[in-house]
Structure formats: structure tokens, C-alpha cells
């Protein structure tokens, strides 16, 4: 336990910890054989135990041993360094350029090919002129597909490559996690059929050197008979440069698929044929469809949906007592289906039309009083009369309404002004809702309230802010079963920029992180925004103010054993940066629960491993993959300690623990841990002996004196089955005789 340099096991030495008769203290100090410059007899050389050990020797000279790999050929893949291969191999992948390339997820073949799907006319011409008609497969290995945003680019990729690769070739859906495109982070695989969505308005800028470089890379792709299709929003192909090259086809979609036609597939595919007959026969519907696109016009059809349900369940249930004006039990499945898919602009334009004071029964715009109101019933559709007067006058608060204008224009005070105006019910009334017998509004019109959120948002730039407010403050649950919680993850994402999301940020990350990450979380999942979001959350990580709506997010997403290995990385990725940048020790104990609630769970543990394996390959900080193996000291295996039972993963655990030792603050950490796992050992002779010979080489080496003395005082008082106090066990050895009368374990020294 000297202030040594901590010296690694060469490859032809086995590991101290692995030694079955460990050298016992004895005259020669704190076990000198760990010394610098201090040989342990008959180390390193041939000499018996009896000779001189003054005496000179020199260790014979070794030949190298080559890494030889032999091989017979076709299917040979290399990965790793090889000396020297033996035979021949067709392709040579190398583990470092594994490292860092982009990951992604396979899809199943079968799933795409069951999947709705429509190709019209515009569609057809693409496909066709993408395929080669004499073998059926992809004219070039890189194909880049040129669309506008939400047209489907990304499901007639997929589609075709379903259909036009071989069955046993691999279909890989990538995430571009880059900052700009580059050729070295695709990946190459064997057999292989790769996916990418470049759509991130910064980070995806395409440029004349990257589509050279993917000309070339065409070539590798042909070598291993893969693919690789390339998504890429309209805006991002501008330059004349960006042309077509040897290996490369270029495809646009000009239009997305008939909206009608989409809306039918969907519906068909769910099970819902005879709603595909009833929507056939309602024009005002059809006309509501036209012009779509693929994206509206899949979320059309569970608008649909929706609207028979609600019309199947009011028919179905009693008919409650409702205001007179209130007739939505007798509404037609038709008008319901209709008003569900319009967009309700005209009528909004009347509403939100010329400013107004006063309502007016031949004027339909209305007052900002109730605009406010209208926009709380669209949040919160059904209510109690109390609550929905409570919303909206928040919402006046957080737009600084306040007080009304007399009409010489002095302001009145709130309670006058208010007593003087119309009623709530009339106000209920005038904007489209009706009231029951228990002063219960009835505003039961989710399309409607959308369409009142989405034209607010779109058409009052300074409203936005004050609805962010309004909203985060309204929130009762992190679940997007929530209105206020489900209209933030619409209202934010809806133009997918991130100055939304950093507005969002700032208002919600102090009073309510955990709304802010369920809201973050939407928008990760999101297709068209996922990238930006992870984008801004990476730079969330690095500020104090945003670190536990960060923690809260990435903690749910690793615990969910169905998101994909891409998405799990990113989560980790933002942990580790909050973990690498942060000094405030509260957030670090924040990250460390969080990491240990991961460790109870196998799918956590998995991704902790490769955190720690990470650190010890220097390829993720320090910070991180110490939390990382910190928390996993917390899993046991029965009654053992996880990371040194049986089943332990393949991780250097002994370097670990030296190397959480050697600094004071990990040192702190780790040391009630370590006394964890002794205590949990102790009942079994075997177990702890085990234990404690796998813990002395850790607690040997450079700055290990402190970590060393705290641990044994933590330890006094723990005893073994047999009565052996284990303090007492380390301190003996660890602590050559000679020098225990200076370094007492208990006392003062001599």
C-alpha cells in the first residue's frame, strides 16, 4: 500500500489477484515485492529461492509470438489485429473503424412488406426508374432519394428496399448521429441494406467532397453486395453541385401519394373496412383529404378512428343531462367525421377577426376574455365550470390581461370589470359549448380544440411563450394522457425548430423538469425532430439548470428494454456529459441514482457494463464509467455481490477499484460500497477469502495508503463466521510488522 506508481499486468504476467499462494509479510516491509525496483524471489528469473538475489541475471530473450489466423476463404471476415493471415480473405474490416460508425437498428422484412402502403402513379415512375429491370435489384448500390418534409421519403426507401434486395440481406435503418455527413462513419457490413434519413437542417448539409467520397464508397458496397439509401429533405439538395455521380442514382418524389388512398390503406390494414365504405360515401370528408400530406394524411386516419369511437360510445351510453343547446348525441356519423378532418380556418378567422371589447351577438369575434376561455376549453375539453374559469384566467395572467378598458380609456379594476361583463355560461355558450345540469361544460371536440391550439400558435407569434407558461403550469402528471402535457409535445414540435424547445426549456426546467423531459421525450421519438431534439438536450447537459430534466429523460429511455441500441447510446451518451461537465455534487449523486436504479434492471446492468468497458478502453470519460461501476457494485447475484459472483461480466473490476481509490472523492464513494461487499461475503469463509485476495492487489500502488487505512476503519468491527475481524485481516495483509507500530489501525502510533 506504498505510494508507488501503479504498475499494469504485462501480458506474460498473470494477475496478482489471480495468485493461489500470495508472498505472506515478512521482514522485508510492506510486502516488498511491490516495491519499485524490488524483485519477488525467483521472479523473473531461473534462479531457486536460495540464491543471491544481488546476483545479476539477465532474463533470456523471447521470440515473438505472431497472431496467426488461417482461413479458407470466401466467408472470411477479419476483425481485430491479425499478424499474419494465413490464406485468403475477401474483405477486411478493421475494429477501430468499427467504433465509430453510425449505428442503427434492423428492420424486419416482413413488418415493411405488411405494412399500408400506396404507390401512385408519381410514386411508380421513381420506383421504376430506381430499379434495374434485368435483375430486379437497386440500378446503384447508394441511391439518394430528394422529397419535401412529411411526403414519405422514408417509407418508399424502406418499401424498397423490402422488395428489391435479397431475403437474407439485412435491413438496417441508421440514425445520423454526426454533426456534418462523412463517409468514414457509414457502416460496411456484408449483405447488408442501410437506410438514412438526412433531414437535420445543420448538421445534414450535403457537399460535393461527401457525395465524391460516397461514389467511392459505392464501390466497397458493390465488393460486399450491400446497399445504402439515402433520405434527403428537399431544402438540403440546392446546390447545382449536388449531382449525380458513378455509383450513385439520384430519385425525387415531386408529390405525396394521393391522401384519400393512404387514409383507406391505413384503415383497411387496422381493421376498419367498413369505415373505408362510409368514408367513400361523405364528400365533405373526401374534400377535407385533398391535398395531405403522407404524414397528415396517416394522422387522418386515426382522426377517423377516433370519431367513430366517439360516436359508437355516445350512441351506446345513456344520454346525460346536458344543456338544451347541446345536441352532439344526435350528430350524424358523417357531420362528426367531417368536422373531425376540417381545419376549422374559416371559422377561426371569424373568431380571431377585428379586435373587440365587447361581444356583440352579430359579431362573431371575440373578446380576449374569451379567447382565453376558448383556448382553456381546447386544452381541457369536458369540465367543471370552476376549473375551466381557473384555466383561462391563468392564461389571462400569463398574457398580462389583467384588467379591462373603460371606453374613455381608464382601466377598471379585475372584479368590477368582470361583474359587469357577461356571464361564464353565456360566454360558454358563445363559444361552442354547452353546460349541463351540474354545471359541467360539455366541449367534447379534440380535432376542434387541436385546430383552436395549432392556429393560435401559428398565426400569434407572441402568444407562444404565454401558452408555453400557461401550459407547463397547467400540467398535473408527466403523461401524455394529460391535455396541457399532450398539447406541449403538439405545440412544441410543430414547426421543429429549436428555439421552441429552448423557450420550453427555460420556463419549465426550474418548477417542473419531469414535464419538461416527458415533453423532451415525445419529441426524441418524433421522426422529423428526434435529431434536434437530442441536439438540444446535449447542450441541456452541460448546464446545471437542465440537468435533472435531462437525468429524469435518458434514465427512462435506458430503462426501456425496446428502444433501440442507437437511442439507448445517445441516452448514455447525455448522462456521461452531465457526469463529465458538472461539479456540483448534488447533480452528480443525482446521476448516480439514476444509475443505480439501471442496475436492478438486466437490460440497465447491459448498458452500465459497456459504460465501465467504455472508460477502461479510454473511449467515454472518466466521470461516467466510474458512476457507471459504482452503481453496478450495487447488484448481487444471491447473496453475492454481482460483479465478483460467478456470473460477473467481463470487466477489469480490480482496476476499478484502484483506480475509484486513488482519488479522494471516488474514494469516498466506493469505500462504503466496498464495506457492502465484505459484509455481504463474511458469512462464507470461502466467499471472503476470495473477496479480500481479489481487493488487496487494488489496494497496493501509488496514493493507496489513505483509501487504505479509511477502508480498514470502515471495516473495524465486521467480523467472519469463525471471529476473524476483518480489519484487522487487511491491515495484516497489508501493513509490513515493522511499520504497524507507525501506522497503527487504531490509536495514535507509538
Not at 504498475?7 to 496478482?16: A, D, G
Not at 380576449?368 to 386544452?379: F, G, H, N, P, Q
Not at 391563468?394 to 357577461?422: M, Y
Request: a negative charge.
Amino acid at each position: 500500500m506504498l505510494d508507488s506508481p501503479f504498475e499494469p499486468i504485462q501480458p506474460h504476467q498473470s494477475s496478482p489477484s489471480k495468485e493461489e499462494n500470495p508472498e505472506p509479510n515478512d521482514s522485508n516491509g510492506w510486502l516488498p515485492w511491490r516495491r519499485p525496483g524490488v524483485h519477488r524471489p525467483n521472479e523473473g528469473t531461473g534462479l531457486p529461492a536460495s540464491s543471491d538475489p544481488q546476483q545479476p541475471h539477465e532474463a533470456a530473450p523471447q521470440e515473438p509470438t505472431l497472431n496467426v489466423l488461417d482461413t479458407d476463404g470466401t466467408q472470411t471476415n477479419v476483425h481485430g489485429n491479425v499478424d499474419v493471415v494465413a490464406g485468403r480473405i475477401e474483405h477486411l474490416i478493421l475494429e477501430t473503424r468499427k467504433r465509430d460508425v453510425l449505428e442503427g437498428i434492423e428492420v424486419d422484412r416482413g413488418h415493411v412488406l405488411e405494412q399500408p402502403f400506396v404507390r401512385d402513379s408519381q410514386w411508380a415512375e421513381t420506383w421504376k426508374q430506381a430499379i434495374d429491370p434485368a435483375t430486379g435489384r437497386l440500378l446503384q448500390r447508394v441511391l439518394i432519394i430528394v422529397a419535401p418534409r412529411s411526403f414519405g421519403s422514408t417509407t418508399f426507401a424502406l418499401r424498397l428496399l423490402a422488395e428489391h434486395t435479397d431475403s437474407h440481406t439485412a435491413l438496417i435503418k441508421l440514425d445520423a448521429d454526426w454533426n456534418a455527413p462523412s463517409k468514414g462513419r457509414l457502416p460496411l457490413e456484408k449483405r447488408h441494406a442501410f437506410q438514412l434519413d438526412l433531414k437535420h437542417p445543420v448538421n445534414d448539409q450535403l457537399s460535393a467532397d461527401f457525395l465524391d467520397a460516397l461514389s467511392k464508397h459505392a464501390d466497397n458496397l458493390r465488393d460486399c453486395d450491400s446497399y445504402l439509401v439515402l433520405t434527403v429533405a428537399q431544402e438540403l439538395w440546392t446546390d447545382h453541385r449536388l449531382s449525380s455521380r458513378a455509383g450513385i442514382h439520384v430519385a425525387r418524389l415531386h408529390a405525396a401519394p394521393d391522401a384519400q388512398q393512404v387514409v383507406e390503406a391505413h384503415l383497411q390494414a387496422n381493421g376498419y373496412a367498413q369505415l373505408v365504405t362510409a368514408l367513400k360515401s361523405y364528400p365533405k370528408a373526401q374534400a377535407s383529404l385533398r391535398g395531405l400530406t403522407a404524414v397528415a394524411a396517416v394522422r387522418a386516419a386515426r382522426t377517423i378512428v377516433m370519431a367513430w369511437q366517439e360516436h359508437t360510445r355516445l350512441q351506446q351510453s345513456p344520454p346525460p343531462v346536458q344543456a338544451e343547446a347541446d345536441d352532439r348525441g344526435q350528430v350524424s356519423l358523417e357531420d362528426r367525421i367531417s368536422a373531425a378532418l376540417t381545419d376549422w380556418r374559416e371559422e377561426l378567422d371569424d373568431r380571431f377577426g377585428e379586435t373587440t371589447t365587447l361581444h356583440s351577438s352579430d359579431n362573431p369575434s371575440l373578446t380576449v376574455e374569451d379567447r382565453c376561455l376558448l383556448l382553456a376549453l381546447a386544452v381541457r375539453q369536458s369540465a367543471p365550470m370552476p376549473e375551466v374559469a381557473r384555466s383561462a384566467d391563468k392564461l389571462q395572467q400569463a398574457i398580462g390581461h389583467t384588467q379591462t378598458q373603460s371606453g374613455n380609456g381608464a382601466a377598471l379594476p379585475l372584479v368590477p370589470s368582470a361583474f359587469a361583463s357577461r356571464g361564464l355560461r353565456r360566454r360558454i355558450h358563445d363559444v361552442g359549448a354547452g353546460v349541463d345540469a351540474q354545471d359541467n361544460v360539455i366541449f367534447d371536440r379534440p380535432a376542434y380544440g387541436r385546430a383552436i391550439l395549432e392556429y393560435v400558435w401559428d398565426n400569434y407569434d407572441v402568444m407562444r411563450k404565454p401558452l408555453l407558461t400557461w401550459l407547463v403550469e397547467a400540467s398535473e402528471s408527466t403523461s401524455l394522457e394529460d391535455p396541457a402535457v399532450g398539447a406541449l409535445a403538439d405545440l412544441t414540435i410543430r414547426h421543429g425548430t429549436i428555439d421552441y424547445l429552448n423557450v420550453l426549456g427555460s420556463i419549465a426546467c426550474t418548477n417542473k423538469p419531469d414535464v419538461l423531459s416527458a415533453v423532451m421525450e415525445s419529441a426524441v421519438h418524433n421522426e422529423h425532430i428526434g435529431r434536434l431534439a437530442w441536439a438540444t438536450l446535449y447542450r441541456w447537459a452541460e448546464q446545471e439548470g437542465y440537468a435533472s430534466a435531462v437525468i429524469s429523460l435518458c434514465q427512462r429511455i435506458l430503462e426501456n428494454a425496446s428502444v433501440s441500441a442507437s437511442t439507448a447510446k445517445m441516452a448514455m451518451v447525455r448522462l456521461r456529459r452531465i457526469a463529465h461537465t458538472t461539479d456540483d455534487t448534488a447533480t452528480r449523486r443525482t446521476v448516480l441514482a439514476a444509475f443505480e436504479e439501471l442496475a436492478q434492471r438486466p437490460i440497465g446492468t447491459t448498458r452500465l457494463v459497456a459504460e465501465v468497458r467504455n472508460w477502461q478502453q479510454d473511449k467515454a470519460s472518466a466521470r461516467g464509467g466510474s458512476l457507471a461501476f459504482l452503481a453496478l457494485m450495487t447488484a448481487s447475484d444471491g447473496d453475492t455481490p454481482w460483479l465478483v459472483s460467478e456470473t460477473a461480466p467481463d470487466i477489469d473490476v480490480e482496476r476499478a477499484v484502484h483506480d475509484l481509490l486513488s482519488t479522494p472523492d471516488t474514494a469516498a464513494e466506493i469505500i462504503p460500497r466496498l464495506t457492502t461487499w465484505v459484509r455481504a461475503c463474511t458469512a462464507d469463509a470461502g466467499a471472503y477469502t476470495r473477496l479480500r485476495d481479489r481487493l488487496l492487489p487494488s489496494l497496493r500502488g501509488h496514493n493507496m495508503f489513505q483509501a487504505g487505512m479509511a477502508l480498514m476503519r470502515e471495516l473495524d468491527g465486521v467480523s467472519t463466521a469463525e471471529g476473524v475481524n476483518v480489519a484487522d485481516d487487511f491491515y495484516h495483509h497489508l501493513v509490513d510488522s515493522r511499520l504497524q507500530p507507525v501506522f497503527p489501525l487504531k490509536g495514535d502510533a507509538a
